[in-house]
């Protein structure tokens, strides 16, 4: 009965400001700084199980602010912290029992990440790729990062092809993404924002790196050499400069 209490008001709470997650995002987070932990907790949990019901748009925030939110809760309040992992272990069974959607896999990923556990996410995608191949390749995308960052050249060189088409879709996201910053630069100056820029640039020059090195891996030093070249043609940074390929 007192569940039904807490889900039935808030669904009143979030009807009362219309569709506005990223409202209730934030007079969730105002709560924490009014020790309204356990309200906060709840409220966290049902961020996660139905945002997208009410805005698709919030996909990327749920699983990076809203997360991080939740994580900052949990650091002062520890049922928050047995709440988070409790969502991550459901999700990842459930995922490995029924052979769960890739929405599914990007949660845990999400929630891998924010626990400082990416090794479980690197698992979880070598649990899928035998158990559900067909997969895979989807959830590749999601695995990405945390493959990388474990150097993980022996799963990365199954969904990696040529390194150079590699680095050409990357180079057309950094295009795109500053053309649309571009853009709302001239339209809306008010709301510059260099910093974007700056992110931008450092997410080039690392995922760059990633494929140099990868490149060196596998022994394509010159895939490697060529990827270097073009990327200080596009960011002219140290890393990329001073990176030795022998």
């Not at 995002?25 to 709840?42: D, G």
């Not at 040529?162 to 053309?179: G, H, W």
């Not at 100056?189 to 931008?200: Q, Y």
Request: one cysteine or more; proline letters at 2%; aromatic letters at 10%.
């Amino acid at each position: 009965m007192k569940a039904i209490l807490i889900a039935t008001l808030i669904a009143i709470s979030i009807k009362s400001f219309g569709q506005d997650m990223q409202k209730y995002l934030s007079e969730t987070k105002e709560m924490v700084t009014q020790k309204k932990y356990k309200e906060a907790l709840e409220r966290y949990i049902w961020f996660q199980d139905h945002a997208l019901e009410y805005n698709k748009a919030m996909s990327g925030v749920r699983l990076s602010f809203a997360l991080s939110y939740w994580k900052e809760l949990a650091e002062v309040y520890p049922p928050a912290m047995i709440a988070l992992i409790e969502m991550r272990d459901i999700k990842t069974k459930a995922i490995l029992d029924s052979n769960a959607s890739l929405n599914l896999f990007a949660d845990v990923v999400g929630l891998n990440r924010t626990l400082g556990e990416a090794n479980k996410t690197i698992e979880l995608f070598e649990s899928i790729r035998q158990l559900h191949p067909d997969k895979s390749q989807y959830c590749w995308f999601y695995a990405r990062d945390a493959l990388f960052n474990a150097k993980r050249y022996d799963i990365i060189k199954n969904y990696i092809g040529n390194p150079i088409n590699e680095f050409a879709v990357l180079k057309s996201q950094y295009d795109l993404m500053n053309s649309l910053q571009k853009n709302q630069n001239m339209n809306r100056p008010e709301l510059k924002r260099p910093e974007l820029k700056l992110h931008s640039d450092n997410n080039f020059v690392k995922k760059s790196l990633e494929l140099i090195e990868f490149s060196i891996a596998v022994n394509d030093l010159k895939s490697a050499k060529e990827i270097r070249e073009q990327a200080m043609t596009i960011v002219s940074d140290i890393r990329l400069r001073d990176y030795k390929i022998e």
